[in-house]
């Protein structure tokens, strides 16, 4: 587990962030190494997982049952996770350490493996609750100046329309979205009405995290769509999401949805459903942000995404490329697998906890009967 400062305090309507607890899995097998890492917080403010739940369920039970096993594809190692449920941040480490393992054995860059269609990636830029409307549209500047393809502010209750007029009369042309990080209810509809003034894009994730069904009801007394994150964490929540009408854009996260194969189930959904997809972040370091990058290779990633430039977050990352947006676009890694290389020097000073679990260690939580996964039906 890494310990990793932020080089700005993040506000959002749950909490401020100031540094990552980041669990990073290395894998090893066949002389090759394949990295994730998790995008669970310390609490369970965002979704319900947090990394010392992950680091038991790791250590007690996954990696005790996987290692030593082989697994031809990443479809094979995906039935070995399936019979566990939730826990998808926790599953996600696994099945794409694995993915960049695979994608190393076979010498492609994972974006190839995917089945990506661009080598650069539009992005935008999440800004956090700012002390005020003069300071939300100068730092909101910086970022425009730069190329940033959108900019998306995080608002709460009380705290909505004064940064969001603010920042659209600066900048009347640009591409703008904000994220509630599910901070109000239907109690709270006239507010949220009220920034159908402002073309937003999208309002990201108004109601509950967990929600769908108050959300298709916000979603018919608003003109703008509405875009959830917080409440998809697989190919069937989409579903029930788009037939609902409770989102008309998707927030794709592959470290929430349980890894890459997920991922990209729902983004044949969505691509079927004629509906957008961005790739979204969780303050990565450069593991999870190459990851973010490779998926975001895919068709339907249309809108700009929010995986801003990894200088931006952290004085020094773990990683030794730069991952850094010039004139609006992230460049793809295209070295095999994530394509990026670890920094040992900075992971030694960052690093405040380490697990080894190799082959043949016995689970510490007791081995679950032989079933059969469940049918992959949605
Ligand atoms: O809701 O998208 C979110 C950061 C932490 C937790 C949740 C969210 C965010 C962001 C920033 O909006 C994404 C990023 O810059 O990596
Ligand atoms: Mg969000």
């Avoid at 005790?64 to 566990?84: D, I």
């Avoid at 995080?154 to 920042?167: L, M």
Wanted: charged share 20%.
């Amino acid at each position: 587990m890494l310990d990793m400062p932020i080089r700005f305090a993040f506000e959002t309507s749950f909490g401020v962030m100031r540094r990552r607890y980041v669990p990073l899995l290395t894998l090893r097998a066949n002389g090759l190494e394949g990295y994730a890492e998790g995008v669970m917080d310390h609490l369970p403010l965002y979704r319900e997982e947090t990394v010392p739940g992950a680091l038991a369920l790791l250590e007690g039970q996954l990696l005790p049952r996987l290692l030593g096993q082989s697994f031809a594809t990443p479809e094979a190692l995906a039935l070995a996770l399936a019979p566990y449920r939730g826990n998808r941040m926790a599953r996600a480490m696994v099945e794409m350490a694995f993915w960049d393992l695979w994608a190393k054995h076979l010498g492609l860059p994972l974006w190839r493996v995917l089945g990506g269609v661009r080598t650069g990636i539009p992005v935008g830029v999440s800004l956090g609750i700012q002390p005020n409307a003069q300071a939300t549209v100068d730092l909101a500047a910086g970022f425009v100046v730069q190329g940033y393809r959108r900019v998306k502010l995080k608002i709460k209750p009380g705290w909505d329309e004064e940064p969001v007029r603010a920042v659209r009369e600066a900048f009347p042309g640009i591409q703008l979205t904000v994220d509630a990080n599910s901070a109000y209810t239907l109690a709270d509809t006239a507010a949220l009405q009220a920034l159908d003034a402002y073309g937003l894009k999208y309002i990201e994730q108004p109601l509950a995290f967990d929600d769908l069904v108050d959300h298709a009801d916000l979603q018919r007394r608003l003109r703008t769509p509405i875009c959830l994150d917080e409440s998809i964490t697989s190919v069937a929540d989409t579903r029930k999401a788009l037939t609902l009408g409770a989102a008309r854009v998707i927030n794709l996260k592959v470290g929430r949805v349980g890894g890459h194969l997920e991922a990209r189930r729902i983004h044949d959904l969505t691509l079927a459903f004629g509906v957008p997809l961005w790739c979204g972040g969780m303050v990565e370091t450069g593991v999870g942000r190459a990851h973010n990058i490779h998926l975001s290779t895919l068709e339907n990633f249309t809108l700009p995404g929010d995986t801003s430039s990894a200088s931006r977050y952290w004085e020094r990352d773990i990683i030794q490329e730069g991952l850094e947006v010039a004139g609006g676009v992230m460049p793809v890694p295209d070295g095999p697998g994530i394509g990026v290389t670890l920094d040992r020097a900075v992971l030694d000073r960052v690093t405040r906890q380490q697990t080894t679990v190799r082959a043949g260690a016995r689970p510490r939580i007791d081995d679950l009967p032989d079933q059969p996964p469940p049918d992959e039906v949605y």
